[in-house]
């Protein structure tokens, strides 16, 4: 199994940066993929964009934070990173980071069987 806890999350003005961690614990983290979503106040989770273990690949991102959001990791700290630059109110939502060892339904929540409980992003205008 693999446990994951958010951190980073906060309040920041728009057009602001902040950058959220994954942390993880427990098998070898490398080997499974990595996505970040995130839930704002009465809407579905939705899909951020997500990372494939030993990051041989680019990541994927949703079109909404295409060129603002930016994912790594560095497995050797077994922590995933979620760059997010030009912040815009809309991008207010808990964000969740997800972990699974297949990658075949990445845009889904369905498709990772690990989550951490979350952290609060709050981007003002």
């Known amino acids: 199994q693999v446990q994951l806890v958010e951190s980073g999350g906060g309040l920041v003005q728009a057009g602001g940066s902040l950058r959220l961690s994954c942390a993880a614990s427990?098998?070898?983290?490398?080997?499974?993929?990595v996505g970040w979503f995130r839930q704002a106040p009465g809407k579905e989770r939705e899909f951020v964009g997500s990372?494939?273990?030993?990051?041989?690949?680019?990541?994927i991102y949703a079109d909404s934070v295409k060129g603002r959001f930016a994912i790594s990791r560095d497995n050797a700290k077994n922590t995933v990173y979620l760059q997010m630059n030009s912040l815009k109110p809309e991008d207010t939502a808990i964000y969740y980071c997800?972990?699974?060892?297949?990658?075949?339904?990445?845009?889904?929540?369905?498709?990772?069987?690990?989550w951490g409980p979350g952290t609060q992003v709050t981007v003002s205008s």
């Open positions: 427990g098998q070898t983290f490398s080997s499974y993929a």
């Open positions: 990372i494939r273990s030993w990051s041989v690949l680019s990541p």
């Open positions: 997800a972990a699974d060892l297949n990658f075949n339904n990445y845009r889904s929540a369905r498709g990772y069987h690990y």
